[in-house]
């Protein structure tokens, strides 16, 4: 597996991915018109620029073979701490449970080393299932908070953190 930083001509990509792993996901908790709506607002080309042009997002592909079969979104010194947000993680529901998740935030976790970040920390879903996921990968819930997102939805997240050694 190859990971490559995403370039422009790579946003529909992360698209593609998102909207799999979001049904994958999502169907059975969010209603089609969220998932749709939340689709549009973070995954969208023109949303992808801004988050990388604007807003201090990387984006990171992996590909295994000639697929991209995942991505990462960080942001390092999030909110001007040494903290690196991981905004965005998913992988194609076929090739979960095979190591690639592990190996984008073992990335992100040398990048904010490398950038003096002492904490990882990620928003994710309540009812997602990945929290034992992220709990074999060394986070711990720190919080809860509901995030108003627009034309009536929330996100009611679990705030999660993973302190580094370094």
Known sequence: MEIIEAQGNQFFEIGKIARESWYNVYANL????????MLEWMY????????????GHKYLLLKDESLFIGFISYEVNYKNESKTKIHKIYI???????????ILIDRVERIAKDNNNRTLVL???????AVHFYRKMGFDIVKEEVNDIGNGYVMDDY?????LDI
């Open 123 to 129: 928003n994710m879903n309540k009812q997602n299932n």
């Open 92 to 102: 194609l529901p076929n090739m979960q449970k095979k190591g690639a998740g592990r």
């Open 44 to 55: 969208s080309v023109d949303s992808i620029k801004d988050q990388t042009q604007n807003q």
């Open 159 to 163: 705030v999660l953190e993973k302190n």
């Open 30 to 37: 969010l209603s089609v018109d969220q998932i749709e709506y």
